[in-house]
T-cell receptor, first 112, second 114 residues
Framework: GDSVTQTEGPVTLSEGTSLTVNCSYETKQYPTLFWYVQYPGEGPQLLFKVPKANEKGSNRGFEATYNKEATSFHLQKASVQESDSAVYYCALSDQGTNKVVFGTGTRLQVLP | DPKIIQKPKYLVAVTGSEKILICEQYLGHNAMYWYRQSAKKPLEFMFSYSYQKLMDNQTASSRFQPQSSKKNHLDLQITALKPDDSATYFC?????????????FGPGTRLTVL
């Protein structure tokens, strides 16, 4: 079945440093890829999605490129802020399905 | 104003009892879902509904029964509760079904089964 593997957390960074959260996926079809963010006490919210291979998604300074050859979708940000502290989920939704398959999540803590 | 309402926020139940988790969405969406998040597993898809019809069921147990009385409501009835059912249950919705659809999540109901 479909699966998503991502960097195990927690990841602790200082404000102003760069972030990379690795994400790789397995699927037999042509998925849409997502990054979701979850703050304490809330449900996940979409950071951005990328439906096509070789395209990039971005939002709030975060970005990721859909790499079909490497089956990867790594999340990057050049300079993190304390307000970025949250859990980040890589996810996919495959053609012909209506469900989103989530990775285990990566907890990010940004220190001031 | 919250666009997806889930009630209650916290729920404690005893083993063997039955509970109903409430979900209402005010986004005008046609598709609704249930997901579960436990300490042992990542966010896990349970059901999808479109125009009040069940489209997907990924739960192995018939103890979990979604109920849709209105287009913007999708409740989840859980019977014969077990401690393993302890989790946070998230309701979600999207404009329509589809693998490209952006799903919006509610704040969740945290269920503890003693």
């Amino acid at each position: 079945g479909d699966s998503v593997t991502q960097t195990e957390g927690p990841v602790t960074l200082s404000e102003g440093t760069s972030l990379t959260v690795n994400c790789s996926y397995e699927t037999k079809q042509y998925p849409t890829l997502f990054w979701y963010v979850q703050y304490p006490g809330e449900g996940p919210q979409l950071l951005f999605k990328v439906p096509k291979a070789n395209e990039k998604g971005s939002n709030r300074g975060f970005e990721a490129t859909y790499n079909k050859e490497a089956t990867s979708f790594h999340l990057q940000k050049a300079s993190v802020q304390e307000s970025d502290s949250a859990v980040y989920y890589c996810a996919l939704s495959d053609q012909g399905t209506n469900k989103v398959v989530f990775g285990t999540g990566t907890r990010l803590q940004v220190l001031p | 104003d919250p666009k997806i309402i889930q009630k209650p926020k916290y729920l404690v139940a005893v083993t063997g009892s039955e509970k109903i988790l409430i979900c209402e969405q005010y986004l005008g969406h046609n598709a609704m879902y249930w997901y579960r998040q436990s300490a042992k597993k990542p966010l896990e898809f349970m059901f999808s509904y479109s125009y009040q019809k069940l489209m997907d069921n990924q739960t192995a147990s018939s103890r979990f029964q979604p109920q849709s009385s209105k287009k913007n409501h999708l409740d989840l009835q859980i019977t014969a509760l077990k401690p393993d059912d302890s989790a946070t249950y998230f309701c979600a919705s999207s404009q329509d079904l589809g693998y490209y659809a952006e799903q919006f999540f509610g704040p969740g109901t945290r269920l503890t089964v003693l």
